[in-house]
């Protein structure tokens, strides 16, 4: 478009500039015609005047008076030719001054002839002289006229010519305003269902929508939550552990909720405890390094919850909570979650409130007692 908005007005300018050269021309021929005209009258004028001085052949400057009043009838048609409307009155002006002077001239020439010298230079001097300088006035009102024409005309030409040339760089300047990159805020997307979703990009906590604690169902699942907050603090082995996440994968509405400790040095992430994915699925998720730049990872290392958001179809959301201990942070609790509750404040808190009884079970288990198939008891 920008291109377009270029060329367009490229060939504008090149048109108005070519209608400009033109318009100059014409004045230029047309002073030329004028000077032409102005030249012959007073040749004719001079010659006219050789009519009666002694010792001067009258035969000889009578061709010289028709050869200019032949020149100046050229000039004067040429000059009504090229003349616009503001000097072609002037010119039929000048052509009837022209035309009277050649009268005249016939009326010198008949009292020549007769032997009437006085007459003649009477005619010549009042008569002659006057039509001959008013034919010239009038020859130069019409140039007069013709610059002031050709003026207005090539002001207009040079207003149009800005007027192509600003709207021509407004439409660049719109289009490079159109194409400059806006940022847009992060946000953090979800590329499948299962545990893997968890290694993309993720962001700090989005808002969340409005949990309506008044409702039934809220107070429902505070209860479920409680009674869950105590058998936190009675678990003793890690199949009891997986029931309770299993009770607390329902109480979120989550496909699969899985549990991230990291390394006594603080280090990658390993899946320790899962529900809702299979022995095999969970066997092929590698350690997540601290620094990775997925929801688990900057859970463990902000201790901010993170969220990832659901992408229309059939993709799910999930919330990733971070497990706080006294000693900071020891690993994540991860839960995908169906439907869009991701975004849900009552969601986001039952997940804190369960990552937070996690840590104080884990808190005191090595990692690498918890990946220990029910072989261990915890504390």
């Known amino acids: 478009m920008a291109l377009f908005a270029i060329g367009v007005a490229a060939f504008l300018l090149i048109r108005t500039e070519r209608q400009i ?78 035309s009277e002077f050649d009268n005249i001239d016939r009326r010198v020439r008949e009292y020549m002839t007769s032997g009437q010298p006085l007459m003649a230079g009477d005619v010549i001097f009042s008569e002659g002289s006057d039509a001959a300088a008013t034919a010239s006035r009038q020859v130069e009102t019409a140039r007069l006229a013709e610059h002031q024409a050709a003026d207005r005309d090539l002001a207009e030409m040079r207003r149009q010519e800005a007027i192509t040339i600003g709207s021509a760089a407004a439409v660049c300047a719109l289009i490079v ?27 700090p906590v989005v808002p969340a929508a409005p949990a309506d604690t008044t409702s039934p169902t809220a107070g429902k699942l505070f209860r479920a939550a409680a009674d869950l907050a105590t058998d936190f603090g009675r678990v003793r082995d890690l199949d009891e552990l997986t029931r309770i996440l299993s009770r607390a ?90 439907g869009g509750g991701e975004t849900s404040e009552l969601v986001q808190a039952l997940a804190a409130i369960f990552a937070s009884h996690l840590a104080v079970v884990l808190a005191t288990t090595p990692a690498e007692m918890v990946v220990e198939p029910k072989a261990a008891s915890l504390g």
């Open 177 to 203: 305003l159109l194409l400059i990159p806006i940022r847009r805020p992060p946000t953090v997307t979800d590329t499948s269902q299962s545990a893997s979703s968890l290694s993309i990009t993720s962001s």
């Open 21 to 98: 050269g033109e318009r100059a021309s014409a004045l230029r021929a047309f002073d030329r015609h004028a000077r032409e005209a102005c030249d012959a009258l007073a040749e004719a004028r001079v010659a006219q005047h050789a009519y009666v001085a002694a010792g001067q052949g009258e035969a000889f400057w009578m061709s010289k008076v028709t050869a200019a009043t032949e020149l100046m009838n050229a000039a004067l048609a040429a000059l009504r030719q090229a003349a616009t409307a503001s000097g072609r009155t002037a010119i039929d002006e000048a052509t009837e001054t022209a």
């Open 249 to 338: 994968a329902d109480l979120l509405d989550a496909s699969g909720v899985m549990v991230w400790m990291g390394t006594a040095t603080g280090g990658d992430l390993r899946p320790v405890l899962a529900h809702g994915y299979s022995n095999e699925m969970i066997a092929r998720i590698p350690p997540v390094p601290r620094s990775a730049d997925n929801a688990a990872a900057a859970a463990y290392r902000s201790g901010i919850l993170q969220i990832v958001l659901a992408r229309p179809g059939n993709s799910s959301g999930a919330v990733v909570a971070p497990i706080l201990s006294a000693d900071g942070c020891i690993g994540a609790l991860s839960a995908e979650i169906r």
